[in-house]
Nanobody, 118 residues
Framework: QVQLVESGGGVVQAGGSLRLSCTAS????????MGWFRQAPGKEREFVAAIRWSAPRTYYAESVKGRFTISRDDAKKTVYLQMNSLKPEDTAVYYC???????????WGQGTQVTVSS
């Protein structure tokens, strides 16, 4: 089992920045990838970014490339999502997730609200 705790959401004006954090505990040695997803009201949850737990590989949705950066701190077992140049369409609940292999993400955080005002 892996437990994920997110923090860092809030309200920001368009063009502003926020940094989300996700700290993992439990069987972290088994993590293959950690990712960020988001779900806006009335929409399906969508992939935002992911990072390999033990390799320098990152992945991004086209909609956030060049604006968001995912990174990790191995010592703190924490993954970050730095979000710059935020747009109103980035408004959503952001979820951290982890998986042990290349299949579905098995573990999810509780979510943190990000609201971007125009």
């Amino acid at each position: 089992q892996v437990q994920l705790v997110e923090s860092g959401g809030g309200v920001v004006q368009a063009g502003g920045s926020l940094r989300l954090s996700c700290t993992a505990s439990g069987r972290t040695f088994s993590i293959y990838t950690m990712g960020w997803f988001r779900q806006a009201p009335g929409k399906e949850r969508e992939f935002v970014a992911a990072i390999r737990w033990s390799a320098p590989r990152t992945y991004y949705a086209e909609s956030v490339k060049g604006r968001f950066t995912i990174s990790r701190d191995d010592a703190k077992k924490t993954v970050y999502l730095q979000m710059n140049s935020l747009k109103p369409e980035d408004t959503a609940v952001y979820y951290c997730a982890a998986r042990f292999n290349r299949s579905d993400y098995n573990y999810w955080g509780q979510g943190t609200q990000v609201t971007v005002s125009s």
